[in-house]
Nanobody, 125 residues
Framework: QVQLVESGGGLVQPGGSLTLSCAAS????????MGWYRQAPGKQRELVAA???????NYADYVKGRFTISRDNAKNTVYLQMNSLSPEDTAVYYC???????????????????WGQGTQVTVSS
């Protein structure tokens, strides 16, 4: 079994900062890439920031210069540092990982996407 566990969400005032963490654990052979998405009420889930399979980063235009994605490969963990938060950033933030899980017979399964349970970020005064 593979799990993505997020932490770090909460309530913050406009202009404030938060750091989200997402740790992947379980029967993992390799991780291709990880990233963050968000979904505001009544809206579709959208990309916030992610690492590509080549190791570069990809940011949504609306977070460039404010958010920074980073990772600790040894811990299978990805972080999202969020600065200059505004009410428009209020959403449930989801961690995503594309990875190859181990099979139960010593082999490796094809890559697939996994999602965390989501963490609420609320920006309000």
């Amino acid at each position: 079994q593979v799990q993505l566990v997020e932490s770090g969400g909460g309530l913050v005032q406009p202009g404030g900062s938060l750091t989200l963490s997402c740790a992947a654990s379980g029967s993992i052979f390799s991780i291709n890439f990880m990233g963050w998405y968000r979904q505001a009420p009544g809206k579709q889930r959208e990309l916030v920031a992610a690492f590509t399979s080549g190791g570069t980063t990809n940011y949504a235009d609306y977070v460039k210069g404010r958010f920074t994605i980073s990772r600790d490969n040894a811990k299978n963990t990805v972080y999202l540092q969020m600065n200059s938060l505004s009410p428009e950033d209020t959403a449930v933030y989801y961690c995503n990982a594309n990875l190859r899980p181990k099979s139960g017979f010593g082999g490796v399964l094809p890559p697939r996407d996994y999602w965390g349970q989501g963490t609420q970020v609320t920006v309000s005064s």
